[in-house]
């Protein structure tokens, strides 16, 4: 049996961030764990046509250390994601 969560599953939240984003310059994403908040951040760069940089990768956490003005200057938006236990 296919569980039904593997399909998209649209989220309150992924229309009122896409809307936010047309007049904030940056969103932040929080809450506890294993509540989507990574799975909305693909979804809305999807959207976009943006891809997430994911700073849980060691070797992209210290590309965006060395130069953030280099990732700040991508074309928006910019999604980076991060396990705040890392």
């Known amino acids: 049996m296919r ?3 593997r399909k998209h599953v649209v989220r309150r939240l992924e229309k009122l961030v896409s809307e936010r984003l047309q007049d904030e310059p940056a969103i932040a994403l929080q809450g506890p764990r294993s509540v989507g908040k990574s799975t909305l951040l693909r979804q809305v760069a999807d959207a976009a046509r943006q891809r997430v940089i ?10 965006v250390r060395a130069d953030p003005s ?5 074309p928006a938006p910019v999604c980076m994601d991060r396990d705040p236990g890392t």
């Open 3 to 5: 569980s039904p969560l």
């Open 54 to 63: 994911d700073l849980d990768d060691p070797a992209t956490r210290d590309a």
């Open 70 to 74: 280099l990732f700040a200057r991508a």
